[in-house]
């Protein structure tokens, strides 16, 4: 197996624990040398997730959900001291400095998106004050329909590709408009063949 799909989180089953995110936010930092295009396409694909996961977890209130977005912000949090290691170790010049200056601004946006998430999903344990106001707020402003993610028992599937199989006891986590729900829950029970 190669380096890259060991570490991949994406289109494949994987298990994370509840509060995994707590021990794994306080284990030890081992820097792995990895190629900076892997480092940045993973972050690129976490920050993406990892905002939809977060309104999901709001808009549903569910527990289960903001335990992902806090393990991918972790997550995230290694992979920027990975590749501020990489541009230590790299920069021997001061033009090597300014070259790797841009993929650590990138890298520090992707950082911002994740922490941003992470401060989404600290609303769940605010709205027991407030009531559950976002939800109706963020149900409102959807735009097209999208499967974030699926659960299959206690396993992930992150953003599933198209040759992924559903299967019954599936979870589905979705994003997007009534219209969008309604047109896959008839696909789901076989009402419709193909969705648009």
Do not use: C
Not at 20 to 42: A, C, G, H, R, S
Not at 73 to 79: A, C, G, I, N
């Amino acid at each position: 197996m190669s380096e890259k799909k060991k570490r991949s989180i994406f289109g494949r089953l994987q298990r994370t624990p509840k509060e995994k995110w707590k021990k794994e936010e306080f284990t030890e930092i081992e820097y792995e040398p990895t190629p900076v295009k892997e480092l940045l396409t993973e972050m690129k694909d976490i920050s993406e997730l990892i905002i939809d996961l977060a309104y999901s977890a709001v808009l549903f209130d569910n527990e289960e959900i903001a335990e992902e977005v806090k393990y991918l912000e972790v997550r995230m949090d290694k992979l920027n001291y990975d590749i501020r290691m990489m541009a230590m170790m790299a920069a021997r010049t001061k033009e090597d400095a300014e070259q790797l200056a841009g993929i650590l601004q990138v890298a520090e946006a992707a950082e911002s998106i994740s922490n941003a998430a992470g401060d989404i999903v600290n609303l769940l344990s605010k709205e027991e004050k407030t009531g559950p106001i976002l939800p109706k707020i963020l149900k409102e402003s959807e735009t097209g329909m999208r499967i974030i993610a699926i659960r299959r028992g206690d396993l992930w599937i992150y953003n599933p590709q198209s040759d992924i199989d559903i299967k019954a006891d599936d979870w589905l986590i979705t994003r997007g408009t009534d219209e969008g729900f309604d047109e896959i829950e008839k696909f789901l029970h076989g009402k419709l063949e193909v969705l648009d």
